[in-house]
């Protein structure tokens, strides 16, 4: 293999930098020609490649985003604007692609690569670590410190007024963000997709501790349930406690933006790497991911179409750590 191309696509996710990094230093390492392909698919498609090289990307393992930009492709999804995309890649006389994004990225590579036999290898990049096939993805750890840093400045004020908070974080369709945000805040419940929740079980917990124990509140929402969002349970919390001063706080994008964790931009390295050592051993439509300590590979199928488990013992933490059985 001479030539490989690396592209970000989907979500941004702090550690994309870092991967893109690793890919490259990968690359001149083993003596092979590396192209970055600006924003995702769509690039591609249009043929928006750019040599990396050394240069290239110094400086920017502590810089959150991508330099390669990120876009979404309407055209991409059809038959038509792949066979484009892997016309473009076959013109330029690149032999590999590695892949940083998360579920929707690695549904594009698996179908490049078997509709038109391109060697790709994925980097889990996305904040909502709900990918099959690695125990964390880039951007995860990131996005849990950035809500924590957040709650603590919360809770000076939810302790100062006497108030009960619901914050509302990212994760998409799952509550990784949520439980681990929830544990290292020393929050008093999480509401999450995978534990079954309603209002009635938040009035009961918070009328247990609200009047005996604390005065203030937080509880940690993941968002992806319209009817469980956080403005809508603290609403009717408020009519079942109206005596409660309830005050609600999406943090939204802040989580997806920042400088990547230690723990990011090692795991970013680690991937990158990964990827390339792996085109390079014959490895294809697979993503390169981290499970128990070791480096592995998933097929991209399995990372789309499997659950991915989430921990039930930090969920079943929140609850005993929550001070609510105490008097």
Not at 184 to 192: I, S, Y
Not at 221 to 241: M, S, T
Not at 297 to 312: E, G, H, L, Q, W
Request: proline content about 2%.
């Amino acid at each position: 293999m001479k030539k490989i191309a690396v592209f970000t696509s989907g979500g941004d996710a702090p550690g994309m930098n870092a991967c893109i990094r690793a890919v490259v230093r990968g690359c001149l390492y083993y003596k092979i020609d590396v192209v970055g392909v600006l924003r995702g698919y769509e690039g591609m498609m249009n043929g928006h490649f750019v040599p990396l090289n050394g240069q290239s990307v110094s400086n920017m393992i502590q810089k959150g985003g991508t330099i390669l930009k990120s876009a979404r492709s309407d055209e991409f999804r059809t038959k038509e604007g792949r066979a484009k995309a892997a016309e473009q890649l076959l013109k330029n006389g690149i032999e590999g692609l590695v892949a940083i994004g998360g579920n929707g990225t690695f549904t594009g590579a698996q179908l490049l690569c078997e509709e038109h036999g391109i060697n790709v290898v994925g980097c889990p990049g996305t904040i909502d670590n709900d990918l099959f096939g690695t125990d964390f993805t880039i951007g995860y750890d990131t996005a849990v410190n950035t809500a924590l840093d957040a709650i603590d400045k919360i809770r000076d004020t939810a302790d100062a007024h006497d108030r009960i908070f619901f914050i509302e974080v990212m994760g998409r369709d799952t509550g990784y963000i949520a439980v681990r945000t929830a544990i290292g805040g020393g929050a008093e419940m999480v509401v999450m997709p995978e534990i079954k929740v309603n209002v009635k079980d938040v009035v009961k917990k918070l009328s247990e501790t609200a009047v005996h124990t604390k005065s203030s509140h937080m509880i940690i929402v993941a968002e992806g349930d319209k009817e469980r969002n956080a403005q809508n349970i603290a609403e009717k919390v408020k009519k079942a406690l109206p005596t409660l001063d309830c005050r609600v706080t999406t943090l939204g994008h802040i989580q997806r933006g920042g400088s990547p964790t230690a723990a990011d931009r090692v795991l970013a390295s680690r991937l990158g790497l990964g990827a390339v050592e792996g085109l390079l051993a014959g490895k294809t439509n697979v993503m390169a991911g981290v499970i128990n300590r070791s480096l592995v590979y998933t097929s991209f199928n399995d990372c789309i179409t499997k659950k991915k488990p989430i921990n039930r013992e930090l969920i079943r933490m929140v609850d005993i750590l929550s001070g609510r059985h105490y008097k």
